[in-house]
Nanobody
Framework: QVQLVESGGGWVQPGGSLRLSCAAS????????MNWYRQAPGKQREWVAQ???????MYADSVKGRFTISRDNAKNTAYLQMSSLQPEDTAVYYC?????????WGQGTQVTVSS
């Protein structure tokens, strides 16, 4: 059983930065990947970023160059550093992983970008 707990969301002005954390109950180094997703009001959940067990990172085009995914194996925590935030980044952000035989999701953390 894996538990994921996100934190670090909040309100920020356009152009600002936030760092989200995803604390895992198990060893994240053993996970094949960690993902970040987001869901804006009235929209479908969309994939944002991924880090594989080997450290390879991938990003959605909408956040490339502004967001950085990372992890601290010793703390069993994944991070999403977000900069140059814009109102369209407003959403609930979720971390996600797959540990056979199922996916796991956190409860989400709200990010609001507005002036």
């Amino acid at each position: 059983q894996v538990q994921l707990v996100e934190s670090g969301g909040g309100w920020v002005q356009p152009g600002g930065s936030l760092r989200l954390s995803c604390a895992a109950s198990g060893s994240i180094f053993s996970f094949n990947y960690m993902n970040w997703y987001r869901q804006a009001p009235g929209k479908q959940r969309e994939w944002v970023a991924q880090m594989t067990r080997g450290g390879t990172t991938m990003y959605a085009d909408s956040v490339k160059g502004r967001f950085t995914i990372s992890r601290d194996n010793a703390k069993n925590t994944a991070y999403l550093q977000m900069s140059s935030l814009q109102p369209e980044d407003t959403a609930v952000y979720y971390c996600n992983t797959f540990v056979s035989p199922r996916e796991y999701w956190g409860q989400g953390t709200q990010v609001t970008v507005s002036s």
